[in-house]
């Protein structure tokens, strides 16, 4: 079940009829967007003119991708729905769990040996099941997903954020959490509220040191982190046909950042070249059969304003590039401006760290451009200042980078190249110091920089921008280096500038590559035991969340008012606590712990309604748990924001929080949330926030008539005696309150195979 050209030359097949039968629904030409999901309905759902930003819509995506921290817990559901094999080609890919410390073969090996328990249950399940079992060391999911099964035309879920890489090859692809992975992999169609369309006309040419990661860190800088929220981005105009493949994929993949559902592009001449240089000639030539519906009708993309819910132009003549951060991507600033708004900021303006990677920039392209940077620096008798960090995307990445001599430049300027993995994007970085807590900069090409992402330093200010800008202002070791106009001191005590980098955007010998690091499951895996030690502790198997019982919720307690920002980060935190994600119990010994406390603005210290005490999250909602009292979370904008983790939501539940209120969800955490059986709800008047006091008491009355568009009265109890009376707001269709009766969405799916 790995890759079927079957399944897209079916899909192909179809597409005209789909295609116009779409335009005669709706009554318009259509964008790309719309023809890949009006070809993607599941064959339970009706078509007809969706309302975009409000219908829930069931679709039936080609395939799913999980990575290895997320791919545990959605594959211990999987295993509980009593299914034999996956019903959509399915890949797993080991990538999260690898630890940047000493250079790639060490760090692998570390891995092997501390996670091998993780990756020997990820490998037997998928042999079991039909699922794709790509090993550690084999690449980041994205890259790999990119080089070897996105496709034009398609649309894949996969349970990590970023899954909307694969974007950049024309897909409609979009992070979900795992428990909406598990319902496609049984078979199950997929639910998404129909997007809105944000339109982006690329014009002009990009040149010199702007690249394709500047547009995007262009646009989150204008539509800001919640920006894209509930939409599809869309690119389309001539600078878009002249970028890269991978380039795209770039663009894509940090859509996550502005919030958007996912972002694509039309096919062009770019994926084609991509496609066969990666060894699918057969998906290039049908591709090419249907180029048309792979593409808004022109009539769209001549009147954009009337077909998209929002426009942005951007003029790639005039792009400069960017470096965002720190703390939030969307903080955008054009190196020009650097000196200025960093002094005014007091952001340290040394750079200790140079890092390029992650799946937003580890293509050939970029590790090519990064390393004609470097090549320079050599060549002009400089050193680098700050020191330098690389993770190749894949495999097939590294060995053609090495081949073609790029990693050799990274190590003579002393670069340590790391596994093909996550790394230091995902907190798995052992940098040396980091405890100190020191504040510092580094800069890197990956999408996030939320505080202690990287190496767990809450002061480590962290900026992105492209490989390119990277590698040049590491050797620079200034956060305000400007290439275009700036020069530097080399040996010689000469003052040198650089060129304008350069890069290859696919290898002129092409790509190579000895062992993939790819294992196609068994084809009868019925005999497949899967053990799960009782006393691990890295595994649990899981147990079914209990079913609601019909009645009002009362007397529940705050666990938490969260202030600002709370990420899933913030509430199940990745680097240390990576390895329990197969283990419920334990990991939720992390939950909320990044959480900050609205009473007294101190992370992991609440308030204990029981004892009057101050104590940690997790130890305070075990307490309450222990005696049987409902718990709520209090939560500002954009609850949830960051990663498709389900944790974030299981965790909770699992420790017996009943219900989330927040000022607004984040997509995927919303989701997660209905999902695993917990309430989620926004304040229908926002300011109602401020009304919650650190002792209050939460009487839920009318939750009994929960119904689709049904406000729920929630009664504050003050600890003064007093009362407010205040409305939340949902978004619970019948479905989704089905999943809440059955105590979460996988409990209703059992039931169903009974
Ligand atoms: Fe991995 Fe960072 Fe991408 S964690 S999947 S490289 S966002």
Known sequence: MAFNIDIIKALYSQLAGKVEAARKITGKPLTLSEKILYSHLSSEETPRAFSRGKDYVDFAPDRIACQDATAQMALLQFMQAGKAQVAVPTTVHCDHLIQAKLGADKDLQAALNSSNEVFNFLESVSRKYGIGFWKPGAGIIHQVVLENYAFPGGMMIGTDSHTVNAGGLGMVAIGVGGADAVDVMVGMPWELKFPKLIGVKLTGKLSGWSSPKDVILKVAGILTAKGGTDAIVEYFGEGAASMSCTGKGTICNMGAEIGATTSTFGYDDSMERYLRATGRDDVADAANEVREHLNGDPEVYANPEQYFDQVIEI??????????????????????????????????????????????????????????????????????????????????????????????????????????????????????????????????????????????????????????????????????FNPI???????????????????????PLGFDVEDAGYLEPDADGSGIAINVKEDSERLQLLESFSPWDGKNISGAKL????????????????????????????????????????????????????????????????????????????????????????????????????VVMVKSFARIHETNLKKQGVLALTFANSDDYDKIQEDDTF???????????????????????????????????????????????????????K
């Open 315 to 480: 003029d790639l003549n005039t792009l400069l590039p960017h470096l965002n951060g720190p703390f939030t991507p969307d903080l955008a600033t054009p190196v020009g401006e650097m000196t200025e708004k960093a002094t005014k900021n007091d952001w340290p303006l040394d750079v200790e760290w140079g890092l390029i990677g992650s799946c937003t920039n580890s293509s050939y392209e970029d590790l090519s451009r990064a390393a004609s940077v470097a090549k320079q620096a050599i060549e002009k008798g400089l050193k680098t200042k700050a020191e330098f960090g690389i993770n190749p995307g894949s495999e097939q990445v590294r060995f053609t980078a090495e081949r073609d001599g790029l990693l050799q430049v990274f190590e003579d300027l002393d670069a340590t190249i790391f596994t093909n993995a996550c790394g230091p994007c995902i907190g798995q970085w052992a940098r040396a110091g980091a405890e100190d807590k020191k504040k510092n900069t580094i800069v890197h090409s990956f999408n996030r920089n939320f505080a202690k992402r990287a190496d767990g330093n809450p002061n480590t200010h962290a900026f992105v921008g492209s490989p390119e800008l990277v590698a040049a202002v590491a050797i620079a070791g200034r956060l305000d």
């Open 485 to 507: 106009t700036d020069t530097l001191t080399n040996d010689k005590g000469e003052q040198v500038k650089f060129e304008e980098p350069t890069g290859l955007e696919l290898p």
């Open 559 to 658: 666990l938490i008012k969260a202030y600002g920002k709370c990420t899933t980060d913030h509430i199940s935190m990745a680097g240390p606590w990576l390895r329990f994600r197969g283990h419920l119990d334990n990991i939720a010994n992390n939950t909320l712990i990044g959480g900050v406390n609205a009473f007294n603005m101190e992370t992991n210290s609440v308030k204990s309604q029981i004892t009057g005490e101050y104590g940690a999250v997790p130890d305070t909602q075990r307490a309450y748990k222990a005696v049987g009292i409902p718990t709520v979370i209090i939560g500002d904008h954009n609850y949830g924001e960051g990663s498709s983790r389900e944790h974030a939501a299981m965790q909770p539940r699992h420790l017996g929080v009943s």
């Open 699 to 753: 009487n839920f009355t009318d939750l009994a008539d929960f119904a689709p568009q049904k406000q729920i009265t929630i009664e504050l109890v003050h600890s003064d005696g007093s009362k407010d009376t205040i409305l939340g707001n949902h978004t619970y269709n019948e479905a989704q309150i089905e999943w809440f009766k059955a105590g979460s969405a996988l409990n209703l799916i059992k039931l169903k195979n």
